[in-house]
């Protein structure tokens, strides 16, 4: 304790000047370093000091690595919602955990301690007597903290038994409106911490190398001290082998290990110096002398986009993708571990200053610098807008695929309530582009001395998102309330549009239209020989605005040109003078697929092709006019040559989308779909499908339960066939499917409902399925269905519920060979109706069934199933049918083999001809499989 005591008056020394104007809780830590069980073993004596005007009983510590030691914890849920399977199936020894051996008075008395009910991760300490304000309690506490693996959440231990920890240590909550404010370990980096004065040891074993953001006092072999004042967050990395770098500049030694190429060290160190300066220039004096800039914190946080690309494919140099990676983490770690702020709460001002700051940046220093780097040198690519488009305007577009998709929430929500692609990237583009937007509209004069004001004082006070709504109110000569009640407070989309135009002799009268109703400002521009002639900022209106204009003054009239403002839909932003009735925009065919060009009206082609037993293999070219972004009106036409029946086949589609904001149904699809394909070796088949589909969800977007309503009517003719029983060519289906569904990795509840109606038929079904995913990769699957007739008009079996395969009169499935009876396209599997694997008779029924479906896992993707059924084809017999067997689950849904073992027909297995009594699941539609990998941002 001797040292530890040293260490206090050192600290208390360092810290005298700052703590005679405003007390601090300061931590004395001794921290000892176990790279064989990844442990640190921690003794630390904090001094409390109560900064409120209220009495307190106990003390908030956060404990946020605790949260790794449950699956269960806020921050398992988190995984589990967002689909991340790693940490659901981690083994013990990878998890995290904190293990208190002493909570001490300074005279050794033993402190009462629980966690607490809102989360693992917080500690509630009850003190022994009333800690009235301003007084200082000192508290002693031994424990060790158990790090978890880096793959989690790149913060940890790795498997050269490294570490890298972010706010590891026992630190006190914040206190605010007469409470501890106590976040859960969201993964968000939020925590409300106290600041606090630190004095730090840490002990390694030989020769291992310690970095941390506070400042160096010594280091040896063996151990390293860092001290630090009224410092919020501590960085900590641990290495065997050091990967760090040390650059010194404005006052700041930054210690970075991001990854680079050696051979360009040199100008790497010119990019962090430029950098470092630009930074201080545009924000303020850093109030610390040391800052970590880590490879996890940049992995944590990258830039999402074709620079995570392999670097033998990037389209960016190493020395620029470096400067990218260092900007970005730089001015992040920059601002959190300065600013004292609810990073939870008023994350919004944050994420403006920060992405605000690297736009600017990026126009200083690289005006040329494209979205996709250099790829516009190959001209095969040029005529794309997703290689032409500026470096800037890729944060526009990745913030509208989540407003497109009615996915958009409000800036001032708390962080732990986004969607993940909104926390991880469409919110904190949306702050950065709304201060850019304030910034045009204001003349460049108000929002930068506004930042550095604010940053300056939230360096030494406790400041909030008010404070820095105060500071831009109070620098610009402009009414700026929209802001902050339409873009920061709200989600209300912003569209403008060019509506009503009418030629008056020389001049033109120009109706701006205002789509969405949102009063904020918009700037119109007038261009002549692509040249801006005409520029003007009108004013916030809720409702359409005319104004007239000389006619020869320019040809071309555009809303929100420069992109100043993050508008839902700029295709409707162009006027031409000589096509004022006619179309503003013309046509652009490009293959594959683009980013949105609001200057053309795009049309995509792309060489597809589809294969069934009947048309054989079908190569085709699709038409249509989806872009990146989500539109209002989609169309897919998809016309194919069948080689064996030498005709035209394929398939077209329609829709309208209709979203409304904050409200259920929050999407509403308008369409029509058709195809013509052939069903047998001589017949085909078309089908017209008009139908609305109603989708629901909860107000909580994180929530991941949805429901659907869908309404189709259906037009089929077939055409009379040779090889196949075809009594019915033509008939009318009204069809009606309800479906509830919540899902989340280790559990998914799905229900749905649905009814098919016409002239000869009336049937219902319910369907339930539960799927448990245990904590061993183990799970447990069960369906449900019922089906029944209502009424049975048709004499044949055509219409009935199958048992093992659906009878798929409406041709909603996509059967290779729907007409086979035999050979390997016949054993094509969907689960549907009854469900079964095996072909059992009776095959189908025309009165009622119900099925239970069961599987559970036997190792890793081998399963066994069970299936059990009754059902009705008379009033005089009832039939129990069941099976059982085997499968190989190696994509779920997607691709499995089905060994059926016994059924109700005897031992499958010990049939002459069992190969052909494998069932398989397989499906290579890219949407489908698309969606696995995309569901957890979503």
Same mark, same amino acid.
Request: hydrophobic share 35%; aromatic share 16%; proline share 4%.
């Given at each position: 304790?001797?040292?530890?005591?040293?260490?206090?008056?050192?600290?208390?020394?360092?810290?005298?000047?700052?703590?005679?104007?405003?007390?601090?809780?300061?931590?004395?830590?001794?921290?000892?370093?176990?790279?064989?069980?990844?442990?640190?073993?921690?003794?630390?004596?904090?001094?409390?000091?109560?900064?409120?005007?209220?009495?307190?009983?106990?003390?908030?510590?956060?404990?946020?690595?605790?949260?790794?030691?449950?699956?269960?914890?806020?921050?398992?849920?988190?995984?589990?919602?967002?689909?991340?399977?790693?940490?659901?199936?981690?083994?013990?020894?990878?998890?995290?955990?904190?293990?208190?051996?002493?909570?001490?008075?300074?005279?050794?008395?033993?402190?009462?301690?629980?966690?607490?009910?809102?989360?693992?991760?917080?500690?509630?300490?009850?003190?022994?007597?009333?800690?009235?304000?301003?007084?200082?309690?000192?508290?002693?506490?031994? #424990?060790?903290?158990?790090?978890?693996?880096?793959?989690?959440?790149? #913060? !940890?231990?790795? &498997?050269?038994?490294?570490?890298?920890?972010?706010?590891?240590?026992?630190?006190?909550?914040?206190?605010?409106?007469?409470?501890?404010?106590?976040?859960?370990?969201?993964?968000?980096?939020?925590?409300?911490?106290?600041?606090?004065?630190?004095?730090?040891?840490?002990?390694?074993?030989?020769? #291992?190398?310690?970095?941390?953001?506070?400042?160096?006092?010594?280091?040896?072999?063996?151990?390293?001290?860092?001290?630090?004042?009224?410092?919020?967050?501590?960085?900590?990395?641990?290495?065997?082998?050091?990967?760090?770098?040390?650059?010194? &500049?404005?006052?700041?030694?930054?210690?970075?290990? =991001?990854?680079? &190429?050696?051979?360009?060290?040199?100008?790497?160190?010119?990019?962090?110096?430029?950098?470092?300066?630009?930074?201080?220039?545009?924000?303020?004096?850093?109030?610390?002398?040391?800052?970590?800039?880590?490879?996890?914190?940049?992995?944590?946080?990258?830039?999402?986009?074709?620079?995570?690309? @392999?670097?033998?494919?990037?389209?960016?140099?190493?020395?620029?993708?470096?400067?990218?990676?260092?900007?970005?983490?730089?001015?992040?770690?920059?601002?959190?571990?300065?600013?004292?702020?609810?990073?939870?709460?008023?994350?919004?001002?944050?994420?403006?200053?920060?992405?605000?700051?690297?736009?600017?940046?990026?126009?200083?220093?690289? @005006?040329?610098?494209?979205?996709?780097?250099?790829?516009?040198?190959?001209?095969?690519?040029?005529?794309?807008?997703?290689?032409?488009?500026?470096?800037?305007?890729?944060?526009?577009?990745?913030?509208?695929?989540?407003?497109?998709?009615?996915?958009?929430?409000? =800036?001032?929500?708390?962080?732990?309530?986004?969607?993940?692609?909104?926390?991880?990237?469409?919110?904190?583009?949306?702050?950065?582009?709304?201060?850019?937007?304030?910034?045009?509209?204001?003349?460049?004069?108000?929002?930068?001395?506004?930042?550095?004001?604010?940053?300056?004082?939230?360096?030494?006070?406790?400041?909030?998102?008010?404070?820095?709504? %105060?500071?831009?109110?109070?620098?610009?000569?402009?009414?700026?309330?929209?802001?902050?009640?339409?873009?920061?407070?709200?989600?209300?989309?912003?569209?403008?549009?060019?509506?009503?135009?009418?030629?008056?002799?020389?001049?033109?009268?120009?109706?701006?239209?205002?789509?969405?109703?949102?009063?904020?400002?918009?700037?119109?521009?007038?261009?002549?020989?692509?040249?801006?002639?005409?520029?003007?900022?009108?004013?916030?209106?809720?409702?359409?605005?005319?104004?007239?204009?000389?006619?020869?003054?320019?040809?071309?009239?555009?809303?929100?040109?420069?992109?100043?403002?993050?508008?839902?839909?700029?295709?409707?932003?162009?006027?031409?003078?000589?096509?004022?009735?006619?179309?503003?925009?013309?046509?652009?065919?490009?293959?594959?697929?683009?980013?949105?060009?609001?200057?053309?009206?795009?049309?995509?082609?792309?060489?597809?092709?589809?294969?069934?037993?009947?048309?054989?293999?079908?190569?085709?070219?699709?038409?249509? %006019?989806?872009?990146?972004?989500?539109? @209002?009106?989609?169309?897919?036409?998809?016309?194919?040559?069948?080689?064996?029946?030498?005709?035209?086949?394929?398939?077209?589609?329609?829709?309208?989308?209709?979203?409304?904001?904050?409200?259920?149904?929050?999407?509403?699809?308008?369409?029509?779909?058709?195809?013509?394909?052939?069903?047998?070796?001589?017949?085909?088949?078309?089908?017209?499908?008009?139908?609305?589909?109603? #989708?629901?969800?909860?107000?909580?977007?994180?929530?991941?339960?949805?429901?659907? =309503?869908?309404?189709?009517?259906?037009?089929?003719?077939?055409?009379?066939?040779?090889?196949?029983? %075809?009594?019915?060519?033509?008939?009318?289906?009204?069809?009606?499917?309800?479906?509830?569904?919540?899902?989340?990795?280790?559990?998914?509840?799905?229900?749905?409902?649905?009814?098919?109606?016409?002239?000869?038929?009336?049937?219902?079904?319910?369907?339930?399925?539960?799927?448990?995913?245990?904590?061993? %990769?183990?799970?447990?699957?069960?369906?449900?269905?019922?089906?029944?007739?209502?009424?049975?008009?048709? @004499?044949?079996?055509?219409?009935?519920?199958?048992?093992?395969?659906?009878?798929?009169?409406?041709?909603?499935?996509?059967?290779?060979?729907?007409?086979?009876? !035999?050979?390997?396209?016949?054993?094509?599997?969907?689960?549907?109706?009854?469900?079964?694997?095996?072909?059992?008779?009776?095959?189908?029924?025309?009165?009622?069934?119900?099925?239970?479906?069961?599987?559970?896992?036997?190792?890793?993707?081998?399963?066994?199933?069970?299936?059990?059924?009754?059902?009705?084809?008379?009033?005089?017999?009832?039939?129990?049918?069941?099976?059982?067997?085997?499968?190989?689950?190696?994509?779920?849904?997607?691709?499995?083999?089905?060994?059926?073992?016994?059924?109700?027909?005897?031992?499958?297995?010990?049939?002459?001809?069992?190969?052909?009594?494998?069932?398989?699941?397989?499906?290579?539609?890219?949407?489908?499989?698309?969606?696995?990998?995309?569901?957890?941002?979503?």
């Amino acid at each position: 304790m001797r040292s530890v005591v040293i260490y206090s008056l050192l600290l208390a020394c360092l810290g005298f000047t700052f703590q005679t104007s405003f007390a601090q809780h300061s931590s004395v830590i001794s921290a000892t370093y176990k790279p064989e069980t990844h442990q640190l073993q921690v003794e630390q004596e904090l001094t409390f000091i109560n900064q409120t005007s209220d009495t307190l009983q106990k003390i908030v510590l956060y404990d946020w690595n605790h949260a790794y030691s449950d699956k269960n914890s806020e921050l398992g849920k988190r995984f589990s919602d967002e689909f991340v399977r790693r940490f659901h199936f981690a083994p013990k020894k990878e998890l995290g955990y904190t293990q208190i051996n002493a909570i001490q008075t300074a005279t050794g008395q033993t402190l009462s301690w629980s966690r607490s009910a809102e989360g693992i991760e917080l500690l509630e300490v009850n003190l022994l007597t009333r800690l009235l304000p301003g007084a200082s309690t000192l508290l002693n506490l031994t #424990y060790v903290l158990q790090f978890p693996y880096e793959e989690f959440t790149h #913060y !940890g231990w790795n &498997n050269k038994d490294d570490l890298a920890a972010w706010d590891c240590f026992l630190s006190p909550a914040d206190y605010e409106n007469h409470q501890f404010i106590a976040y859960t370990n969201a993964n968000l980096d939020d925590a409300a911490l106290a600041p606090m004065n630190y004095n730090l040891t840490v002990k390694t074993p030989e020769n #291992y190398s310690v970095v941390c953001n506070l400042d160096v006092l010594q280091t040896s072999a063996t151990s390293a001290q860092f001290s630090g004042i009224n410092r919020k967050q501590l960085s900590l990395s641990i290495q065997k082998k050091s990967t760090f770098s040390t650059h010194t &500049n404005q006052g700041i030694t930054v210690y970075t290990n =991001l990854k680079c &190429n050696p051979k360009f060290a040199t100008k790497n160190a010119a990019s962090i110096a430029q950098i470092m300066s630009y930074v201080k220039e545009r924000i303020g004096n850093y109030p610390h002398k040391t800052l970590t800039v880590t490879q996890a914190d940049y992995d944590r946080n990258p830039f999402y986009g074709l620079n995570q690309l @392999p670097s033998f494919i990037s389209p960016f140099s190493a020395d620029l993708l470096f400067e990218l990676q260092f900007l970005k983490t730089y001015t992040n770690n920059f601002l959190r571990s300065s600013m004292q702020l609810d990073f939870r709460k008023d994350h919004w001002v944050v994420d403006a200053i920060q992405l605000y700051t690297m736009m600017n940046y990026m126009t200083r220093y690289h @005006p040329e610098i494209k979205m996709m780097g250099n790829l516009n040198r190959y001209s095969i690519l040029r005529s794309y807008r997703l290689i032409n488009m500026d470096f800037n305007e890729q944060y526009a577009y990745y913030f509208l695929i989540m407003a497109r998709l009615n996915l958009d929430q409000s =800036l001032a929500e708390p962080k732990d309530r986004y969607l993940r692609f909104n926390e991880k990237i469409a919110m904190k583009y949306k702050a950065g582009l709304a201060l850019n937007y304030l910034d045009s509209y204001t003349n460049y004069v108000c929002v930068t001395p506004s930042i550095q004001e604010f940053y300056s004082t939230s360096t030494t006070n406790k400041n909030t998102a008010f404070d820095f709504e %105060n500071s831009l109110k109070s620098r610009s000569s402009k009414t700026i309330d929209w802001f902050f009640t339409e873009l920061i407070q709200s989600n209300h989309s912003i569209d403008y549009a060019f509506s009503k135009s009418k030629k008056k002799g020389d001049s033109i009268q120009v109706t701006l239209q205002n789509k969405s109703g949102t009063a904020v400002p918009i700037p119109v521009y007038g261009l002549k020989n692509k040249k801006v002639v005409y520029y003007k900022w009108f004013q916030s209106a809720a409702r359409d605005t005319t104004f007239t204009v000389s006619k020869l003054f320019a040809d071309t009239w555009v809303i929100n040109y420069k992109n100043e403002v993050p508008e839902f839909n700029t295709r409707n932003n162009w006027l031409r003078t000589s096509t004022v009735l006619g179309n503003n925009r013309p046509f652009k065919f490009t293959l594959m697929k683009d980013i949105e060009d609001p200057t053309y009206n795009q049309l995509l082609f792309v060489p597809t092709v589809e294969f069934n037993l009947y048309d054989g293999v079908a190569p085709g070219l699709r038409l249509h %006019n989806k872009t990146v972004l989500a539109k @209002p009106i989609v169309f897919d036409v998809n016309p194919m040559y069948a080689t064996l029946k030498k005709t035209v086949i394929g398939h077209f589609s329609v829709m309208v989308n209709e979203f409304q904001q904050n409200g259920n149904p929050f999407q509403t699809i308008y369409g029509m779909s058709g195809a013509y394909f052939h069903y047998a070796p001589d017949a085909s088949y078309s089908k017209l499908n008009p139908f609305v589909s109603f #989708y629901f969800r909860e107000p909580d977007l994180r929530d991941n339960h949805r429901k659907m =309503l869908t309404v189709r009517y259906n037009k089929v003719h077939k055409e009379v066939s040779n090889y196949v029983f %075809n009594p019915i060519q033509n008939y009318e289906i009204l069809s009606l499917k309800y479906m509830d569904v919540k899902s989340e990795i280790n559990h998914t509840l799905q229900f749905s409902s649905g009814a098919h109606v016409s002239n000869e038929i009336g049937k219902l079904s319910t369907e339930i399925q539960y799927r448990e995913m245990y904590t061993h %990769n183990r799970q447990i699957k069960f369906r449900w269905y019922t089906g029944a007739f209502l009424f049975n008009k048709n @004499p044949t079996n055509y219409f009935d519920f199958g048992l093992s395969n659906p009878n798929d009169y409406l041709f909603e499935y996509d059967f290779f060979g729907r007409s086979e009876t !035999g050979g390997l396209f016949s054993q094509q599997y969907f689960l549907a109706d009854g469900g079964f694997k095996s072909k059992i008779a009776p095959f189908s029924t025309r009165r009622w069934m119900s099925t239970i479906n069961v599987s559970t896992t036997i190792w890793n993707w081998i399963e066994y199933y069970h299936d059990f059924g009754v059902l009705e084809n008379n009033k005089s017999k009832m039939d129990m049918v069941y099976d059982g067997g085997i499968s190989l689950s190696l994509v779920p849904d997607y691709f499995e083999l089905f060994l059926p073992v016994y059924s109700s027909n005897g031992w499958d297995i010990s049939e002459p001809q069992y190969a052909q009594s494998i069932r398989f699941t397989f499906t290579f539609t890219p949407k489908i499989l698309f969606s696995l990998f995309t569901r957890k941002w979503f």
